[in-house]
């Protein structure tokens, strides 16, 4: 069983950048497909992006694509979200979920385990 959990959130204002990050405990990240969620107050859980096993495949929503990038460092058992060009509407707390597959998945329900999440706050 693997451990998640987030880091790097914090307060930005509208344009900047933030890098949130996903450390793994218990196993290596590299047996997992990797994915990134928000939830915004109200609103439901939402897909940001993914990663493959080895870290060659990613995926992103639309809303994101561009400016938000998914890494993944085996050395440090971490994979990494590159926030830039903020938006307000980027607000939300973020989550790193993994899965026990070679691909990601942009449904949040493919995902057997969850960090405990980090709030992104975007100023206008």
């Known amino acids: 069983q693997v451990q998640l959990v987030e880091s790097g959130g914090g307060l930005v204002q509208a344009g900047g950048s933030l890098r949130l990050s996903c450390a793994a405990s218990?196993?290596?990240?590299?047996?997992?497909?990797m994915g990134w969620f928000r939830q915004a107050p109200g609103k439901e859980r939402e897909f940001v992006g993914c990663?493959?096993?080895?870290?060659?495949?990613?995926d992103y929503s639309d809303s994101v694509k561009g400016r938000f990038t998914i890494s993944r460092d085996s050395a440090q058992n971490t994979v990494y979200l590159q926030m830039n060009s903020l938006k307000p509407e980027d607000t939300a707390v973020y989550y790193c979920?993994?899965?026990?597959?070679?691909?990601?998945?942009?449904?949040?329900?493919?995902?057997?385990?969850w960090g405990q999440g980090t709030q992104v706050t975007v100023s206008s």
């Open positions: 979920a993994a899965r026990t597959a070679l691909w990601g998945s942009r449904n949040y329900v493919d995902y057997n385990y």
């Open positions: 218990g196993r290596t990240l590299s047996s997992y497909g």
């Open positions: 990663i493959n096993r080895v870290g060659r495949i990613t």
